[in-house]
């Protein structure tokens, strides 16, 4: 009967007994079952009942209203999209360029931490850091290249989980991207040394760092480059060229090592060293006081700037917190998928098997970036491509242009083409294993001559019974492909 007599009063109605229920629960009550909601939860299922508590809202208690406005908040946060690309870098990039031209009508969302759009990062140790490039062409695009109805790019956020399952990002400011396929190409930071005294070093990876080097460089007058990568040396071209007295040290007998046999390095250490960069190799710096470094032999260096240069560490910990098998980066198949479904990796970042080499490998490389990024997108977009690349990589320092391509560690034997000297340097070597053109380092020489060399590896071509015209200068390398 009170029952009876309290909803005549109140007009019954659905509306008002659901409200009478809401408003039984204290407030805490709310907030403990919201959290322990799955966002897909939220957004699938309860957000739908916002239209209903907005048209009893008021009519609603304080409990109720604070309900209210928290759900108009969390749908408000709710994004969706077919392809979710996060990270800026050449790779991704490439996959947000292909992506648009497949698929014009798709939704694509960006995720960056970066606070600027995509810019090319080679320049930034050469060009850009002379002041021989202005800062407006580092940008692949102008800014209303990205104002179109269907691509969106986030700057200054991050993913902090992908739940592969739901097909959910979440960011770091709790807003949440459902997405049909996503591409984590977000690359890797500049590897950290523990050296007392290091907290002021400077680091290059991206346009800031870059901008800080160049007032560093404005200001100084002798620069210390700890690791002799090639980093470290374009920077060291660069800061010579500006007028800074560099010295680079380098805990290997010799400088670029991962990327060239000794007889190459000490060619193009010769040549640096004529231009006035001083190498110490087989050192580590131990300290750094002031403006003194302390090398591991007890050797003092004397500088206004210090730059650390040992490689990248790849950005894993994103696929690590979603469950993503990791392993020097994030593992990845021929098809640049992740061990999560339809979630792809490319770039620095990915690990991949490597049919050619018969191994995995992380490749660090601006073309290796483009491509993955581009084959990525076109398997996210519906296609079945497996990797197939030859990675290449080049640098210019000082009035050299080095380019390599392939394998150039393990071979069996070599040719040189050219002028193999320090002077005035002007060869190609080519390595060989079993007889076959497995990778070379050239050193300004004409790119038709390195296009041919590209198709010989490519093909596995057999050479071993032209190898003696390999090193005449006059001999056609276009007869090889025949």
Not at 9 to 30: A, E, Q
């Given at each position: 009967?009170?029952?009876?007599s ?6 019954i109605?659905t509306l ?14 709310y907030?403990?079952?919201l959290?322990?909601?799955?966002p897909s939860?939220q957004?699938r ?10 048209r009893i809202?008021h ?10 406005i928290l ?7 709710e994004?969706?999209?077919q392809?979710l690309?996060?990270?800026?870098g050449?790779a991704g990039?490439?996959a947000?360029?292909?992506l648009?031209?497949l698929?014009?009508?798709?939704k694509?969302?960006?995720?960056t931490?970066?606070?600027?759009y995509?810019?090319d ?7 850009y850091?002379r ?7 580092l940008?692949f ?5 990205y104002?179109?109805?269907n691509?969106?790019v ?9 739940d592969?399952?739901?097909k959910?990002a ?8 459902s ?10 930071r500049?590897r950290?040394?523990?050296?007392p005294?290091?907290e ?14 160049r007032?560093?460089?404005s ?5 210390l ?9 374009e920077?060291?071209?660069s800061l010579?060229t500006?007028?800074v007295?560099t010295?680079?040290?380098e805990v290997m007998?010799y400088?670029w090592n991962?990327f060239?046999?000794?007889k ?7 040549y640096?060293?004529?231009?006035g960069?001083?190498f ?9 006081q002031?403006?003194i470094?302390?090398t591991?032999?007890?050797r003092?260096?004397?500088?206004d700037?210090?730059l650390i240069a040992v490689g990248?560490s790849?950005?894993?910990e994103l ?8 392993d020097?980066?994030?593992?990845v198949n021929?098809y640049l998928e992740?061990s ?5 990796a ?6 991949i098997f ?8 992380r ?8 491509y993955t990024g ?9 296609s079945r ?7 290449s990589?080049?640098?210019d320092?000082?009035d050299?242009?080095?380019?390599s391509a392939?394998e150039?560690?393990n071979?069996d034997e070599?040719i ?6 320090s002077d ?7 390595y060989?294993k079993?007889?076959?053109v497995?990778?070379?380092v050239?050193?300004n020489r004409?790119?038709s001559e390195?296009?041919?060399l590209n198709?010989?590896?490519e093909g ?11 090193a005449d200068k006059g001999?056609d390398?276009k007869?090889?492909?025949k």
């Amino acid at each position: 009967m009170v029952a009876e007599s309290f909803y005549k009063r109140r007009k019954i109605s659905t509306l008002n007994c659901f409200v009478d229920i809401l408003n039984i629960f204290p407030l805490n009550y709310y907030i403990i079952f919201l959290i322990n909601l799955p966002p897909s939860v939220q957004f699938r299922f309860i957000v739908p009942l916002i239209s209903l508590f907005v048209r009893i809202q008021h009519k609603a208690s304080i409990n109720l209203r604070f309900i209210i406005i928290l759900y108009e908040f969390i749908i408000m946060t709710e994004k969706s999209c077919q392809y979710l690309i996060i990270g800026s870098g050449i790779a991704g990039y490439n996959a947000l360029k292909e992506l648009l031209e497949l698929k014009p009508n798709s939704k694509i969302i960006m995720v960056t931490s970066d606070r600027y759009y995509p810019y090319d990062r080679p320049p930034l140790s050469k060009y850009y850091l002379r002041g021989e490039m202005p800062r407006d062409k580092l940008f692949f695009e102008s800014d209303d290249f990205y104002k179109r109805d269907n691509l969106e790019v986030m700057l200054n956020k991050s993913v902090e989980r992908i739940d592969a399952n739901l097909k959910e990002a979440i960011l770091n400011d709790g807003s949440v991207i459902s997405f049909d396929k996503a591409l984590i190409s977000t690359g890797g930071r500049p590897r950290r040394l523990n050296i007392p005294g290091s907290e002021n070093a400077l680091y290059l990876r991206s346009l800031d760092d870059a901008d800080r080097i160049r007032e560093a460089a404005s200001k100084g007058k002798n620069a210390l480059i700890i690791g002799a990568g090639f980093i470290g040396v374009e920077v060291a071209s660069s800061l010579t060229t500006l007028g800074v007295r560099t010295t680079v040290v380098e805990v290997m007998p010799y400088i670029w090592n991962t990327f060239v046999d000794e007889k190459v390095s000490r060619v193009i250490q010769q040549y640096l060293e004529s231009k006035g960069i001083n190498f110490i190799l087989n050192e580590s710096v131990k300290e750094i006081q002031g403006k003194i470094a302390t090398t591991s032999s007890g050797r003092k260096i004397e500088a206004d700037m210090f730059l650390i240069a040992v490689g990248i560490s790849p950005n894993v910990e994103l696929a690590q917190r979603s469950g993503m098998q990791v392993d020097n980066g994030i593992v990845v198949n021929e098809y640049l998928e992740t061990s999560a479904r339809d979630i792809y990796a490319a770039g620095d970042i990915a690990n991949i098997f490597d049919p050619r080499e018969g191994k995995r490998k992380r490749i660090e490389h601006w073309n290796n970036a483009e491509y993955t990024g581009k084959l990525a997108a076109r398997n996210m977009a519906g296609s079945r491509e497996a990797y197939n690349f030859i990675s290449s990589i080049w640098s210019d320092i000082f009035d050299l242009h080095i380019e390599s391509a392939g394998e150039t560690r393990n071979y069996d034997e070599y040719i040189i083409r050219g002028r193999f000297n320090s002077d005035n340097p002007n060869f190609n070597v080519i390595y060989l294993k079993g007889g076959i053109v497995r990778g070379y380092v050239a050193i300004n020489r004409d790119y038709s001559e390195l296009e041919v060399l590209n198709k010989l590896i490519e093909g596995s071509v057999d050479v071993s019974n032209k190898k003696n015209s390999l090193a005449d200068k006059g001999f056609d390398l276009k007869e090889l492909l025949k």
